[in-house]
């Protein structure tokens, strides 16, 4: 590859890697170009990106950007997966599509600031997606507070009862 066309693509990748904080690289050896092709069009429908890239050229990419903790991990024919937002769904995906390929391999990737190894992918593709867990940890936050406000309508309920029950006995008595 020219020394110029490896710059514009090294230009290209950073411009790519910068927008997102979710990588993953995965192994690809022996996979036909089909498989490939559906991989890619599954992926693109949920907004992930899956680039077969040069390791050099992309080490250089997430040397510039900061993200050398990647680099170990491209060893070998690599894949790189990126964006999607949630990297609980790319998790997932990437899982997914490596269980239905045997030679689809998760390495390692980079998710919101951390390397993390191909186990913790696999321990992230079981978590539920990010709008389920924070609807998780809202309920819990609001636990306490629908406690505390049961507990004081009940009592006020309680207080209007035995009013009640004043203004019925004062109402029979004078009768």
């Known amino acids: 590859m020219a020394n110029e066309l490896k710059e514009i693509v090294v230009k290209e990748l950073i411009s790519s890697y910068r927008k997102t904080d979710n990588f993953m690289v995965v192994g690809y050896q022996g996979i036909k170009a089909l498989e490939f092709d559906q991989i890619r069009k599954d992926l693109r429908k949920k907004k992930i990106c899956f680039d077969i890239v040069k390791n050099s050229l992309a080490t250089i990419a997430f040397t510039e950007i900061g993200v050398t ?37 998760v390495r390692g990737g980079f998710v919101d600031g951390a390397v993390v190894s191909a186990e913790d992918i696999n321990v992230l593709a079981k978590l539920p997606p990010m709008p389920v867990l924070r609807v998780r940890i809202i309920t819990v936050i609001n636990a306490p507070i629908v406690g505390v406000v049961s507990a004081f309508n009940a009592v006020l309920r309680n207080l209007v009862t035995v009013f009640q029950a004043v203004k019925d006995k004062k109402e029979k008595d004078s009768v």
Request: avoid cysteine.
């Open 69 to 105: 903790g990647l680099v170990p991990f491209l060893k070998g024919p690599s894949g790189i997966t990126s964006g999607g937002g949630d990297p609980v769904i790319m998790a997932k995906e990437i899982m997914e599509w490596s269980k239905k390929i045997s030679s689809l391999s």
